[in-house]
């Protein structure tokens, strides 16, 4: 017999449902610091090889003083280490550091005059698992304005990938390589205090100490993959209805009214379409006898289910919504966001451009990376291609040591644009970490993991691995006073059969 202090049971009939708890709006402020150019003022014209001497230029004061507080007095028989200002000046036994960009040298790496040569028009390179070479072939070079050189040595662990700028202290070799004795790097720039943020507080007025005591939870969805298929309606559903507190009890309902925004990391629809190659656009232009654009080939079902999830959602939850690898936006980094025409069921929640969509309601289409100030933290994340990419440059290393050493490089994107497409920046590349989160995500990871890591001037981030929704079911929810995750896991339980 059922208890009688079940949910369900509890009342008399025709009486008043029990008062469900409210949400409260959390303080958050975007700071668009992906956002690229609009109109004419955004081209493609630029070299790319700008962008490393921009980076070097950027870290190489923090790089050296980092090396300065390590060797000033490192001596080696006899010999003090002393500062060599170019790589090319380095002088055979005479022990110096210097400080440059690392540049791999992969015969696996993909090479964009070879996708040229297939004429593919605008298609990412095509996916490799790993740009090691088994035989043990690869290079290592530092370079500078000046030239480059070629570094070995013990000391140097597989870690280093191409883009991340590093001071090298060792001494030349017969053969012009040269030998490294230690490494230093620029690690984590200054945190801002909470609250540190000015307008950090929400637009309509700051909150008051004492509300400030309640933050609610962040919650974290990434890799919905969403088919446009009926396999998509039973995990959608549950995931809308725990949102919303239409799952289960008052307990849940009261657990999921704590939630004060979603974040939708990445890869909400399952692919985007492919771009064929010239030959075979050129194949099924022939066979159709159709010019211009065959609306046949266009899918909708996956944007319009994606579309009609938020939509449901909206009302009581605000969402951030980040592009991933697979939805319909831009392929270099940063993606800009998803276009509202997408979302015409969302559109009543979708703020106009005077306010900047910096509303504290609503659905906000931000860019990839994204960084924002939430309940006075800041919060930086990706949809997870920098980390796939990095990860494909060593071996035996878990997303989260990747995350924290792009960290301590201070580049979120530093095999970027090497590997990683992304704009070709000038004068000021904000992919360069100038100040350090709170929090920092990577979605669409296998599983969920979570680290917090510790700077040199007592900076605490916490690092999440945000899992694929539509292979774990699972979201993961931050407290955001004290920073406590709650791993939500929601799936059908199906009877065994007799």
Request: charged residues 25%; contains cysteine; glycine residues 6%.
């Amino acid at each position: 017999m059922a208890s009688a202090e079940s949910t369900l049971l509890k009342g008399e009939p025709f009486e008043d449902p029990a008062t469900l708890p409210s949400r409260n709006a959390s303080a958050y402020k975007p700071l668009h610091t992906f956002a690229l150019p609009k109109g004419a003022d955004k081209h493609y014209q630029q070299q790319f090889a700008d962008m490393y001497f921009l980076r070097l230029a950027q870290l190489k004061k923090a790089v050296m003083q980092k090396a300065h507080d390590a060797w000033d007095d490192f001596e080696l028989a006899g010999d003090r280490a002393k500062y060599v200002e170019r790589v090319l000046d380095v002088r055979q036994g005479e022990l110096c550091w210097v400080v440059g960009t690392v540049y791999m040298e992969m015969t696996l790496k993909p090479n964009v005059l070879d996708d040229i040569s297939k004429e593919h028009w605008i298609a990412a390179p095509p996916p490799r698992q790993t740009y090691v070479n088994p035989s043990g072939f690869d290079e290592m070079m530092l370079e500078d304005e000046s030239g480059r050189l070629r570094v070995v040595g013990d000391s140097l662990n597989s870690h280093y990938v191409t883009g991340c700028i590093l001071a090298a202290l060792g001494t030349e070799q017969a053969d012009g390589s040269f030998q490294v004795i230690a490494t230093q790097y620029a690690d984590l720039p200054r945190q801002p205090e909470r609250w540190e943020a000015e307008n950090s507080a929400p637009t309509a007025g700051k909150k008051s100490k004492a509300k400030r005591e309640k933050s609610g939870r962040l919650a974290f969805v990434s890799g919905l993959n969403i088919t446009g298929t009926e396999d998509d309606d039973l995990a959608l559903d549950l995931l809308m209805e725990y949102l919303t507190g239409e799952a289960a009890g008052l307990p849940d309902q009261t657990s999921a009214s704590t939630i004060s925004r979603l974040v939708v990391a990445g890869n909400s629809l399952s692919h985007a379409t492919p771009i064929l190659s010239r030959e075979d656009f050129n194949t099924r232009k022939s066979a159709k006898k159709h010019y211009g654009y065959d609306a046949s080939s266009y899918n909708a079902s996956p944007v319009e289910k994606l579309d009609s999830l938020l939509s449901q959602i909206l009302p009581t939850l605000p969402i951030t919504l980040l592009p991933g690898e697979t939805d319909p936006a831009n392929v270099a980094l940063p993606q800009q966001p998803l276009h509202p025409a997408l979302f015409p069921l969302c559109r009543a929640y979708v703020n106009p451009p005077a306010k900047s969509n910096e509303s504290l309601e609503g659905l906000d289409f931000v860019t990839n990376p994204w960084d924002a100030v939430v309940e006075g933290w800041k919060i930086l994340g990706t949809g997870g291609q920098t980390v796939d990419d990095l990860l494909k440059y060593v071996e035996d290393v878990e997303s989260l040591e990747v995350m924290e050493m792009m960290l301590r490089w201070r580049s979120i994107a530093p095999t970027a644009p090497d590997t990683l497409w992304c704009y070709p920046f000038q004068e000021d590349d904000p992919l360069i970490l100038k100040e350090c989160p709170h929090i920092y995500f990577a979605g669409n990871r296998e599983k969920f993991e979570s680290r917090t890591i510790e700077g040199p001037d007592g900076q605490q981030v916490l690092l999440l691995g945000l899992p694929q929704f539509s292979e774990t079911g699972q979201l993961v929810l931050v407290d955001m006073e004290t920073l406590e995750i709650e791993v939500v896991e929601l799936s059908v339980v199906h009877p065994k059969s007799s």
